[in-house]
């Protein structure tokens, strides 16, 4: 079973940029696909950005061009990078692991003031 911790969130001013960070238990090296999701009060949960053990990445619309997502296998650690953030980028940001099952964070807080 993975265990996942989030890092990373914060305050932010709009255009600001903030750096979370997955924290896993154990080796990422073949995990098939990790990745970000958030949820904005009264909001749906929305999936924002995946990478697979090949290296592939992939991004929701909304912040394509903005955030970018890797991982540091040496540190069982996943990232996401996002730049230019927006008030609508206020969420609860969770990561998942994709493996025979699925594992989540327990979310860490990103609030961006206009």
């Known amino acids: 079973q993975v265990q996942l911790v989030e890092s990373g969130g914060g305050l932010v001013q709009a255009g600001g940029s903030l750096r979370l960070s997955c924290a896993a238990s154990?080796?990422?090296?073949?995990?098939?696909?990790m990745a970000w999701y958030r949820q904005a009060p009264g909001k749906q949960h929305e999936w924002v950005a995946i990478?697979?053990?090949?290296?592939?990445?992939n991004y929701a619309n909304s912040v394509k061009g903005r955030f970018t997502i890797s991982r540091d296998t040496a540190k069982n650690t996943m990232y996401l990078q996002m730049n230019n953030l927006k008030p609508e980028d206020t969420a609860v940001y969770y990561c998942?692991?994709?493996?025979?099952?699925?594992?989540w964070g327990q979310g860490t807080q990103v609030t961006v003031s206009s």
């Open positions: 990478i697979t053990s090949g290296g592939s990445t």
């Open positions: 154990e080796s990422i090296f073949s995990i098939p696909a």
């Open positions: 998942n692991a994709h493996t025979t099952a699925d594992y």
